[in-house]
């Protein structure tokens, strides 16, 4: 069974024991496949119009925030480094599709 998370994700569960949810051993058979969270990141900040507006009107910089996904992907929330208050975003549905889409194609080599 494959599970998808995140480059972030990935290299913080490698520098943690055995406690956490998923173990070395996991990591070390490629079980878990990581995706390119920033990449996918920056496809929203491209073409999410809801994203532009919803971060112009809170006065969030995007590049001035750290950006993650909620786990089930409708969500991008910006956290800022200055004050960490935190604007979620709700993601448009074909934005969604579409990194569901792209989620379910990644492949263990």
Do not use: W
Not at 1 to 24: A, F, H, P, R, Y
Not at 92 to 108: P, Q, T, V
């Amino acid at each position: 069974m494959e599970s998808v998370v995140s480059e972030n994700t990935l290299n913080m569960l490698q520098g943690k024991d055995q406690k956490i949810l998923i173990n070395e051993s996991a990591v070390l058979l490629n079980d878990i496949v990581p995706f390119p969270e920033e990449m996918l990141i920056e496809m929203v900040m491209n073409y999410s119009e809801r994203f532009k507006q919803m971060s112009e009107k809170f006065d969030y910089d995007p590049k001035k925030c750290n950006a993650s996904f909620s786990r089930d992907f409708r969500y991008v929330d910006l956290k800022d480094k200055s004050d960490n208050s935190i604007l979620r975003v709700r993601l448009e549905e074909f934005i969604e599709r579409d990194i569901n889409h792209y989620i379910s194609n990644l492949r263990i080599d």
